[in-house]
């Protein structure tokens, strides 16, 4: 039993490495899709008229606001911790 578990785990190890080989190489396009959609957010709530700009609309946009900033912070961090 413990070869099939031992295989198993390699298996995994691989795929996950493979995962994030591919994650890495993607992390511009995730990035230019956050920037984007925040962007898209900024631009509906900005269009809306400031009577139908209510306080959850706002709150929501800030929220995704900060998200978006701690993410790519946290990448940031990251790419010069292990470089």
Same mark, same amino acid.
């Given at each position: 039993? +413990?070869?099939?578990? @031992?295989? %198993? @785990?390699? +298996? /995994?190890? +691989?795929?996950?490495?493979?995962? @994030?080989?591919?994650?890495?190489?993607?992390?511009? *396009? /995730?990035?230019?899709?956050? !920037?984007?959609? *925040?962007?898209?957010? %900024?631009?509906?709530?900005?269009?809306?008229?400031?009577?139908?700009?209510?306080? %959850?609309?706002?709150?929501?946009?800030? !929220?995704? *606001? !900060? @998200?978006?900033? *701690?993410?790519? %912070?946290?990448?940031?961090? +990251?790419?010069?911790?292990?470089?």
């Amino acid at each position: 039993m +413990l070869p099939q578990v @031992l295989v %198993g @785990l390699g +298996l /995994f190890s +691989l795929v996950s490495a493979g995962c @994030l080989f591919w994650l890495e190489r993607f992390q511009p *396009l /995730f990035l230019a899709v956050s !920037v984007g959609s *925040l962007a898209y957010e %900024g631009w509906i709530v900005h269009a809306r008229p400031p009577i139908r700009r209510t306080w %959850g609309i706002k709150s929501i946009f800030v !929220v995704s *606001l !900060v @998200l978006n900033v *701690l993410l790519v %912070g946290s990448w940031i961090v +990251l790419w010069f911790r292990y470089r």
